[in-house]
């Protein structure tokens, strides 16, 4: 948990989001614990942008174009058997013996390295012959994870003003 929470906060904050990393993660000290609890479960832009994600996997400029054409996609949750918490992949598809592992960011902050390193951390729970990792995000991704992508060809970066572009 975050300082800058009194300890009363931090054990409202931990029940709150069932001590899961990927919401915990989400927690920002300087916002006041009941705003970070609105941001986090009672705005839906997040969940709207994920659908937006998922129509742009199945738009016909881009269908065709992705490393396998997957059919049916949703989300997956689970439990990491190393880490002993509970995993979450916003969008997911299977095709033979190839996955997609995609996660959506709507923040007002480029994606870092620590979320890009996440989604390929879940990709290991996973023992599929490849796996394709797509990185969607509202506001683009740091100059890190631009470098990174250039070494990694199964990571894919859409930045929201990309997949606005598309007719």
């Not at 916002?31 to 659908?51: A, P, Q, T, Y």
């Not at 937006?52 to 396998?68: A, E, G, R, S, V």
Request: hydrophobic share 35%; net charge negative.
């Amino acid at each position: 948990m975050r300082n800058g929470f009194s300890a009363e906060e931090q054990t409202i904050l931990y029940g709150v989001t069932g001590g899961i990393p990927e919401y915990l993660s989400r927690i920002y000290i300087n916002r006041s614990m009941d705003k970070n609890i609105i941001e986090l479960f009672f705005e839906e832009s997040g969940r709207v942008f994920e659908d937006i994600c998922q129509q742009y996997l199945y738009h016909p400029q881009i269908y065709t174009k992705l490393p396998f054409l997957p059919g049916n996609t949703g989300r997956w949750w689970g439990t990491d058997p190393v880490k002993k918490r509970q995993e979450e992949i916003d969008i997911m598809a299977i095709q033979d013996n190839q996955a997609l592992l995609c996660e959506c960011k709507w923040r007002n902050v480029p994606v870092n390295i620590e979320i890009t390193k996440q989604l390929l951390d879940r990709g290991k729970l996973f023992h599929y012959d490849q796996i394709f990792y797509f990185l969607f995000s509202k506001t683009g991704f740091t100059k890190e994870v631009l470098e990174y992508q250039k070494q990694d060809s199964s990571l894919f970066l859409i930045p929201f003003d990309k997949i606005c572009l598309l007719k």
